[in-house]
Structure formats: C-alpha cells, structure tokens
RNA sequence: CGGGGCAUGGCGCAGCUUGGUAGCGCGCUUCAAUGGGGUUGAAGAGGUCGUGGGUUCGAGUCCCGCUGCCCCGACCA
C-alpha cells in the first residue's frame, strides 16, 4: 500500500474526548473514526487489523472442530419470544418492519443457532457439532464507552457447541478454553481465566477471560496464593469472626444523627463489624417495570462488608433489583437510616406475605450487634441473629474485597480491575429446552441437546492490544495482528536517484508476498515520515535514503526496539522471509 | 436512569464575565527553500459559532427548550 494513496490521514491530536490510550492512539493512527456513541468506521488499516484477528480466530476455532458459517444480524421477534429473552435482554434492540413485523437486532446468536439445531439436529449421529461466526452484534448500551471498550454495534466471535449431555459438553469445554488461551497469547494479550456470573446468557457457569488493567470494567478477585480468581459478582470468601460466649440484652439507645454504619459505629463506640448494615432493594421479575409487579427486598450484611446485588439476584433465584425508594420502605413498617430486621416478619419467599429479608452469612459470624430500632433516632445494641430476629434466607450475597479470606487457600484475595475479552458459557438447556431442541439417542428416545456459547469480542480485543503494547510515539503491534509487516520509509530529495531504489525494493517485497506500507510521499522531511511510522506501528520499518545506499542497502529498525542495522536487500528478505 | 462537563473550519483551542458581525496553532492549497525525528518563509482556501425559540437596534456572547458527545455512577450477554 501506498501511503500516498491511502484513505484517511493521522492526526498530531487525538480528539478531546479520547481518554484511553488505545481511543487516542487508534483514532491519531487512522485506524479508526467514530461516526457516533459506541459505532466506529475501520479505516482501512483497522480493518486489516480486524482481518488478523479474524483469522487468528478462524485456525483456533477451525483446530477443534468449528465449522465456520454466518448468520444473519436481523432477526424475527418469534426467535427470540420463544427463549423468552425478548423481553428479559434490556440492550437488545427492537425494530419494526412493514405493517407490524417485529424484529429484533442480534444480540447474540443463541436464539438462531437453538432454532437451526432444532431443524438440523436429529439423531444422536449429529452430535456433537461446534459451529461459530464472526459477525457484527448490537446492543443498545446505556453507556459506550472508551474508545472501542464499549460499543453499540461491534464485532464478534461467537461459538456454539451442541452436545449430547452435560458429560460430553464437560469433556469438551477444556478445548475450548484452551482455544481461548491461544487466540489470546496469539495477539500478545496474556489473560487470566476466571470465574464469572452468568447473567442474562443463563445456563451453569462461566469463564471469563480477562486483562488486568487500571481502568477496566470488571473488577475481580485473585489470591495469589492459590490461584483463585473469581469476578466480584461471583467470587467467594471465608467469612471471619465469631458468635460472642455470652449474649448481651438487646438494648434500646438513642443515636441521634447516626444514618451510616460509620456514624453509629462511632458513635457507640464499637467495630463496624458489631453492626448489621441493612439495604433496601425493590425486586421485579422482569426488567421492564411493570407498577404492582415486584416487591420490597430488605437486604442485611455485617456492618464491615458490602452487599453485591448481582449476588443478590443470583439468592433471589433470578429478576433484577434497584435501590428502593423511600416511600416504598417506610410502606414496610422500616425507617430508612434505622432499619433492622428487629420487629420485621419475613417472608418464607419472594411469593408469600411478609417481608422478604435477605441476610448474608456474615450476621453469623458476631452477635451483641448494634441494629436500627426501626424508629427514629434508636439503634439497639445486643441484638443476635435467631433470637431478636429472624431472616427469610441465609445466603452468600456480600462483596469479597481486598483483605477477605481466599476460600480455597485461606491466603489474602486482592481485588483487581480488568477488562473482560472473551467468555465461555455452559448453557446447558436453557435454550434448547425453551423451544424443546431434541435428538434421538440410541433408544430412539427424545433428549435435549446440551448447549454451549463462547464469545470474544474483536474490536475490544484490538484495543485490548494497543492498551498493552504502546509507547509516547505510538502503537507497537505484534507481529501476529499488524496491519502490515513492514513500513517502507523513503527519504530523498528530487533526482538523488533514492526514489527509484525505494520503489524497485517496494516491488520486490510485493513480489515475495510481504504486506508492505510504503511511505512514497514527495517533500516530506524524515522527521515527519519517522513520526508517522511510530505512530502507525508496524513491526519493521525499512529506510531507504542517500545515507542507507552509501552504507551498502536498507536500514532496518524494530518498531519495540531502538537499535537499527543497515542490511542488504538480500538480506532484508531473509531475515522477513525467515 | 442519577451526577458532572462540553458543543466555535478536518483536529486542538481562544473569544462569552462586560452583546457591536469571528481569531490562533496543527492540517489543507500554491510557490520557494530544506532534506535522518512532526523543518522554514511567503501567499491562500475553509466557519449562517450543534439546534429551535426568546430578549435586543444588534446575539458566538444573555434567557428558555431540544439534540448530540464525553466522564463518574447505575446498568452491562
């Protein structure tokens, strides 16, 4: 490619809104432009980057088993009615056709793939079959974000496994997940495999690939002990401390202007751990919200810790939760600020009277607690979990942060920020049961087929590379997804005869199937064509100038390394081709 | 959805406090010089100041509405 003809040209300046390193340096390369909130256009050299990736994927996925296909970005309502995630997928964009046909923009592609194996999968002898595509995928985000982190419309990998049973499907998942490792190492971004909430994909469990870095989205739990590693939505921990020998008599004090757990905790004079902190959430089983669907959800956790709401859902058995407002938790006899559980009747379950008290396993571990009186301005002081009051559920619904206790080791977990790559779902039947997706075993028996899905976004992926492979001049592409291989630099003036030596080796690298980028502009001085070549990243950048002829050739530079050598072209070659 | 910020030429910004018909740097065009780290000089092109309304003799500037974009949070397959 020429760059003199290329589409597009850098900028000395990233727009003012690029924060992330990877947003600025793509946009100033040329590699992308925005067009609006989380949508981009590929210029031409990110779109080459995108192709790397691409194929990087195909030959991983196409290495254990994948068939490749592609499936369409539109479709019919009745798809996804039938899963039921129609109306449970708050991002997925609805559109309506002529008259009143309702569609529905990939979100993902289960919906598709559950429909195709119902009609292709019949017998056991079609099983197991893994197919993927790379396509584009919409959601209608509250909130794009950075750069190409976070978008509405972006491109993905997503792959489906179809299996006999959960064992098949278990024996399977490994392959994948090394698959996974590899694409990854492939594109010079080390990840860590973690565990990870389900979420609205439903199924058993997940994996989630993740990046370590400062400014990700996720946040997850690691013990560098033992390994573990875990999202916070889903990670464990061992909780400390103990029931007192002795209980105390519950004790009504007044706690004037105590509304947090700091205020009365100091106030009494006791650890926030002596405190039960009580959250108010209102739950409904849908997103929508529908008034007169849903129902208060009084949440207590140890006054030291913090309530996690997707754990919280996860103990609730499904449905999505919001702060309650005020209104709704007085309606329950509570005082917002000096609420408790004391004095409350819980409810046996989300759908029997009462109100529905959700404790973690923490209030467990320590007793002569100080509560809300559920008046204003009372706490108690020595209230104990089973004999001042009473919850409708015991479950793991707090926060593991730093400082916790590894549930496998016992070592220290650390909480860490990352940026979530890839993920790997054992769905099991949740779909195929949804539109009753059977084959015939041996027995000539109905059984369902057990699903898999596993996506790696590519565009997040792409700036997932820069974020870990830039320096102040620019991006430094490995090998495996530069745009080009080499960054051809001509210097000379008119008539010093350095243009024709550039274009002849240019054709010649052409010829020996290098992908070239070649910097054939007229009267640029060095200093620009150089700062243009860090910028764009190319691994080799290749000088041909009155001063690399006089030293016998070429001088060749490591877009990651500062040493340049002046070679041949013979050379050259050998060394690109070896 | 809650909080904050921004919107002036392709990009980065000034002008707004105190209303008087728009300016700087980069980029772009032309010419000349330079020719190994965003080089230099000269001459140009390019903006109904996001949008609708209001106040005013007069609005980029003041007032109200709307839209778009960015950041934090919520949310997030």
């Not at 208060?296 to 407002?325: C, P, S, Y």
């Not at 509570?334 to 009747?345: D, I, K, N, Q």
């Not at 070239?516 to 100038?545: E, H």
């Amino acid at each position: 490619m020429r760059l003199s003809h290329s589409f597009g040209k850098t900028l000395r300046e990233a727009p003012a809104e690029a924060e992330l390193v990877s947003h600025q340096l793509l946009i100033r390369a040329n590699y992308i432009r925005p067009v609006g909130a989380g949508m981009y256009t590929f210029m031409p050299f990110g779109y080459r980057v995108i192709r790397k990736i691409w194929r990087i994927l195909a030959e991983e996925m196409d290495a254990i088993d994948g068939q490749e296909m592609w499936m369409p970005n539109l479709n019919p309502a009745a798809l996804w009615q039938a899963t039921g995630r129609w109306n449970s997928v708050d991002v997925l964009f609805k559109l309506k056709g002529n008259g009143n046909r309702e569609y529905a923009l990939s979100a993902t592609h289960e919906e598709v793939v559950v429909d195709l194996a119902l009609r292709e999968i019949e017998s056991y002898r079609d099983l197991p079959r893994m197919v993927y595509h790379i396509s584009k995928k919409f959601r209608d985000e509250p909130r794009p974000r950075g750069g190409l982190m976070r978008l509405r419309e972006f491109i993905m990998k997503d792959a489906y496994t179809l299996d006999r049973s959960e064992a098949a499907l278990d024996e399977y998942y490994p392959s994948m997940i090394q698959a996974y490792f590899n694409v990854f190492n492939r594109c010079g971004v080390p990840t860590v495999a973690i565990n990870a909430d389900v979420g609205a994909m439903g199924g058993k469990t997940s994996q989630e690939f993740t990046v370590p870095h400062p400014q990700g989205e996720d946040v997850f739990i690691a013990c560098d002990n033992c390994g573990y590693a875990a999202n916070v939505e889903a990670a464990e921990f061992v909780r400390e401390g103990e029931r007192p020998a002795t209980l105390a008599a519950l004790t009504k004090v007044e706690t004037p202007d105590c509304k947090t757990i700091a205020d009365v905790a100091a106030f009494i004079g006791v650890p926030t751990s002596q405190t039960i902190k009580a959250v108010f959430y209102w739950w409904r089983p849908r997103y929508v919200e529908t008034p007169g669907e849903g129902q208060l959800v009084f949440a207590l956790v140890r006054g030291d810790l913090a309530i996690n709401d997707t754990k919280l859902v996860n103990a609730l058995g499904g449905g999505f939760v919001r702060a309650a407002t005020e209104d709704e938790i007085r309606a329950v006899g509570a005082v917002p600020g000096y609420a408790s559980g004391v004095g409350l009747t819980p409810a046996q379950g989300l759908q029997s009277p009462g109100v529905m008290v959700m404790a973690d396993t923490s209030i467990e571990y320590g007793g002569n607690y100080v509560v809300g009186a559920n008046e204003e301005p009372y706490h108690y002081t020595g209230a104990n979990y089973g004999r001042d009051f009473a919850v409708s559920k015991l479950a793991d619904i707090a926060q593991a942060d730093t400082g916790h206790k590894c549930p496998v080791c016992g070592g220290r977990i650390e909480a860490k920020r990352a940026i979530e790559v890839g993920h790997c779902f054992k769905l099991g039947t949740r779909y195929s049961a949804a539109v009753n997706a059977t084959y015939l075993d041996e027995n000539g028996q109905p059984q369902l087929i057990y699903m898999g899905s596993y996506g790696i976004g590519l565009d997040r992926l792409m700036a997932v590379v820069v974020e870990l492979h830039n320096d102040k001049d620019g991006i430094i592409w490995p090998d495996s997804v530069a745009p080009y291989q080499v960054h051809l630099v001509h210097i000379g003036k008119e008539g010093d005869g350095t243009k024709a030596r550039a274009e002849a080796l240019y054709e010649r690298l052409l010829a020996a199937g290098v992908e070239v980028l070649y910097d054939d502009r007229d009267g640029l001085g060095a200093g620009v064509k150089f700062k243009d070549a860090d910028l764009i990243g190319i691994p080799w950048r290749v000088t041909v100038s009155a001063r690399s002829l006089e030293q016998g050739g070429v001088e060749v530079k490591r877009r990651s390394a500062s040493e340049r050598q002046n070679l041949t072209e013979d050379q050259l070659l050998g060394l690109l081709k070896g």
